[in-house]
Nanobody, 115 residues
Framework: QAQLVESGGGLVQAGGSLRLSCAASGIAFNTFTMGWYRQAPGKQRELVASITSGNGTNYGDSVKGRVTISRDNTENTVLLQMNSLKPEDTSVYFC?????????WGRGTQVTVSS
């Protein structure tokens, strides 16, 4: 029933920007914490950003100041605006929805930042 679909990934040069989108369906979107993790080959999964149902936000230290997470409850969509991208931001980015014991994941979208 629950489905998360990411879009917006791609190739960008260092210093550039990307906006990732995650469209949710099959869940009571307004009641979920939404967010993004990333995982590169051989590295641990890392929190990028999260946003609660009350619009409280949290950012990983490695991206703080360069990314902004937001949600549009009328569209059931969470956005991740990424600026000043660095080669170390290259990773697969996964959207998630979380409430209590329920966690749902998207399939991921590739972000590649060239030097």
């Amino acid at each position: 029933q629950a489905q998360l679909v990411e879009s917006g990934g791609g190739l960008v040069q260092a210093g550039g920007s990307l906006r990732l989108s995650c469209a949710a369906s099959g869940i009571a979107f307004n009641t979920f914490t939404m967010g993004w993790y990333r995982q590169a080959p051989g590295k641990q999964r890392e929190l990028v950003a999260s946003i609660t149902s009350g619009n409280g936000t949290n950012y990983g230290d490695s991206v703080k100041g360069r990314v902004t997470i937001s949600r549009d409850n009328t569209e059931n969509t969470v956005l991740l605006q990424m600026n000043s991208l660095k080669p170390e931001d290259t990773s697969v980015y996964f959207c998630y929805a979380r409430k209590l014991w329920n966690t749902y994941w998207g399939r991921g979208t590739q972000v590649t930042v060239s030097s």
